[in-house]
């Protein structure tokens, strides 16, 4: 039964920040999961599942693995406050579990095939949708004990925990919270020659996309962060000769680079932002356009989003597209996939699907499928055919980004196009009113009063 009086008898909440808290129970909600960094007199880390209104808690010293081979001790304590979940920052000596909590991953949970865990006996078998750790995973009774184990299945992967050294919740590290350093105070990027100006029509400078990119990190990093990039640069703008660039050519403490292998078997050099600081320093460096990878570096052979562009031919009506969009959703829905829409910036829209993969081989088989369905289906409407010619009054359903090395434009870039549009995602119910090219850099201030309608995206 859920209880927090022991959570209350442990600490000292005059001088501790950790919430007192209460139980509170829901009707109809996902249940919640987060795992915290604990970093007191044994690092160790905190595993957390919701259930009747409170964390019911999991000490893990080594942290869970993403092996099945390997079997995790978990030490059940006391059930905690479902506050404690937005909780980072640092215990005083002294108090109960005295030391630096950083929040290490957060999403949902879901018993496997039962609807009342056994927390007292088990086993209890669940999946975990987070933005680290997703997957099948079981808690076994072991004698006084629990262990945690991975279930075998497509998110086994050698991922060591160490290869995640960031907050998701702030990209601080452990020694900033320790220390209350606040992410952005750290960033001592200047801007050089801001009065430039890159959009010419628009009279946007070089200072104006510098600031733009600092409003929006926060809402652009959980696409940038350890995932593969290129990005487009413009040093003398859009007017003159523009490069795309694949490869790390000015190192950066918030950049970081993977080397791997190509078809013929030769190792390239790419990168990746680790940091907000990894994205501005390319900003300084004039590039203004970021495109990214459909995995991230440390799991790079299995995809976790699929991508759909929908490419019109030239003069089709934007009724036509919007209809396009509709038909798409319509499919996922049908294959109760969770689909998120963005602009393109261009003429097009841009549709895409969180999920897990095991292979790109697979990931291009799924968007292949899909895209062909749409074909079947509305043969008049649609092609899969990327030439030009052969898209006469149809949308091009561009499937072939879900591909080993393709890239998309990354959610709330900016386009180097005439308007300084930006690939900006929206709610599903603002298709018919915002144009592919509605949102631009100018405008987009209003947006960011709002909530971000990708807010979930890893979480669902």
Same mark, same amino acid.
């Given at each position: 039964?859920?209880?927090? !009086?022991?959570?209350? #008898?442990?600490?000292?909440?005059?001088?501790?920040?950790?919430?007192?808290? !209460?139980?509170?129970?829901?009707?109809?909600?996902?249940?919640?999961?987060?795992? #915290?960094?604990?970093?007191?007199?044994?690092?160790?880390?905190?595993?957390?599942?919701?259930?009747?209104?409170?964390?019911?808690?999991?000490?893990?010293?080594?942290?869970?693995?993403?092996?099945?081979?390997?079997?995790? %001790?978990?030490?059940?304590?006391?059930?905690?406050?479902?506050?404690?979940?937005?909780?980072?920052?640092?215990?005083?000596?002294?108090?109960?579990?005295?030391?630096?909590?950083?929040?290490?991953?957060?999403?949902?949970?879901?018993?496997?095939?039962?609807?009342?865990?056994?927390?007292?006996?088990?086993?209890?078998?669940?999946?975990?949708?987070?933005?680290?750790?997703?997957?099948?995973?079981? %808690?076994?009774?072991?004698?006084?004990?629990?262990?945690?184990?991975?279930?075998?299945?497509?998110?086994?992967?050698?991922?060591?925990?160490?290869?995640?050294? $960031?907050?998701?919740?702030?990209?601080?590290?452990?020694?900033?919270?320790?220390?209350?350093?606040?992410?952005?105070?750290?960033?001592?990027?200047?801007?050089?020659?801001?009065?430039?100006?890159?959009?010419?029509?628009?009279?946007?400078?070089?200072?104006?996309?510098?600031?733009?990119?600092?409003?929006?990190?926060?809402?652009?990093?959980?696409?940038?962060?350890?995932?593969?990039?290129?990005?487009?640069?413009?040093?003398?703008?859009?007017?003159?000769?523009?490069?795309?660039?694949?490869?790390?050519?000015?190192?950066?403490?918030?950049?970081?680079?993977?080397?791997?292998?190509?078809?013929?078997?030769?190792? $390239?050099?790419?990168?990746?932002?680790?940091?907000?600081?990894?994205? %501005?320093?390319?900003?300084?460096?004039?590039?203004?356009?970021?495109?990214?990878?459909?995995?991230? #570096?440390?799991?790079?052979?299995?995809?976790?989003?699929?991508?759909?562009?929908?490419?019109?031919?030239?003069?089709?009506?934007?009724?036509?597209?919007?209809?396009?969009?509709? /038909?798409?959703?319509?499919?996922?829905?049908?294959?109760?996939?969770?689909?998120?829409?963005?602009?393109?910036?261009?003429?097009?829209?841009?549709?895409?699907?969180?999920?897990?993969?095991?292979?790109?081989?697979?990931?291009?088989?799924?968007?292949?499928?899909?895209?062909?369905?749409?074909?079947?289906?509305?043969?008049?409407?649609? $092609?899969?055919?990327?030439?030009?010619?052969?898209?006469?009054?149809?949308?091009?359903?561009?499937?072939?980004?879900?591909?080993?090395?393709?890239?998309?434009?990354?959610?709330?870039?900016?386009?180097?196009?005439?308007?300084?549009?930006?690939?900006?995602?929206?709610?599903?119910?603002?298709? /018919?009113?915002?144009?592919?090219?509605?949102?631009?850099?100018?405008?987009?201030?209003?947006? %960011?009063?709002?909530?971000?309608?990708?807010?979930?995206?890893?979480?669902?």
């Amino acid at each position: 039964m859920a209880n927090l !009086k022991i959570y209350q #008898q442990k600490r000292d909440f005059k001088k501790t920040k950790e919430p007192k808290g !209460k139980i509170h129970l829901k009707k109809g909600k996902k249940l919640k999961f987060v795992v #915290q960094h604990h970093l007191a007199r044994k690092d160790h880390y905190d595993l957390r599942l919701e259930w009747n209104g409170v964390y019911v808690s999991f000490a893990v010293p080594k942290g869970p693995s993403f092996n099945p081979m390997d079997k995790r %001790l978990a030490i059940h304590v006391e059930d905690h406050p479902l506050s404690y979940g937005n909780f980072e920052g640092t215990i005083p000596k002294g108090q109960y579990g005295g030391g630096t909590v950083m929040l290490f991953d957060k999403g949902y949970w879901e018993p496997f095939k039962e609807t009342s865990p056994d927390f007292e006996k088990g086993p209890i078998k669940f999946t975990i949708k987070g933005k680290r750790f997703r997957g099948s995973w079981s %808690l076994v009774r072991f004698k006084e004990e629990w262990l945690i184990i991975k279930e075998k299945d497509e998110f086994v992967s050698d991922i060591d925990l160490n290869d995640f050294d $960031t907050s998701i919740k702030t990209g601080r590290k452990m020694d900033e919270i320790a220390n209350g350093i606040k992410k952005r105070k750290e960033e001592k990027i200047e801007v050089t020659s801001p009065e430039k100006v890159i959009f010419e029509n628009e009279k946007v400078t070089k200072g104006t996309i510098f600031s733009y990119y600092q409003k929006i990190a926060k809402r652009m990093m959980p696409f940038l962060e350890n995932r593969l990039i290129s990005t487009v640069r413009s040093p003398n703008g859009i007017k003159e000769e523009k490069f795309f660039m694949k490869h790390l050519n000015n190192p950066s403490h918030g950049l970081g680079k993977k080397r791997i292998k190509g078809k013929t078997d030769e190792k $390239t050099d790419y990168y990746y932002v680790k940091e907000e600081s990894g994205l %501005l320093s390319e900003v300084q460096m004039n590039s203004y356009e970021f495109h990214i990878w459909g995995s991230l #570096q440390n799991t790079v052979k299995k995809p976790d989003l699929v991508v759909f562009d929908l490419d019109p031919d030239e003069g089709l009506s934007l009724k036509k597209v919007r209809e396009g969009v509709k /038909d798409l959703k319509a499919i996922l829905d049908k294959l109760k996939l969770k689909a998120y829409l963005k602009t393109s910036g261009g003429k097009g829209y841009h549709v895409y699907v969180p999920l897990q993969m095991s292979s790109w081989k697979n990931c291009e088989k799924i968007a292949k499928d899909i895209a062909d369905l749409m074909v079947e289906t509305y043969p008049d409407k649609y $092609t899969t055919n990327m030439r030009k010619d052969k898209r006469k009054k149809k949308i091009f359903i561009d499937y072939f980004r879900n591909k080993f090395g393709a890239t998309s434009v990354a959610p709330y870039s900016l386009r180097l196009k005439d308007k300084a549009t930006i690939s900006c995602p929206i709610y599903w119910k603002e298709l /018919d009113v915002i144009p592919p090219d509605g949102v631009t850099i100018k405008n987009i201030k209003e947006r %960011l009063k709002k909530k971000d309608p990708w807010a979930n995206f890893f979480y669902s």
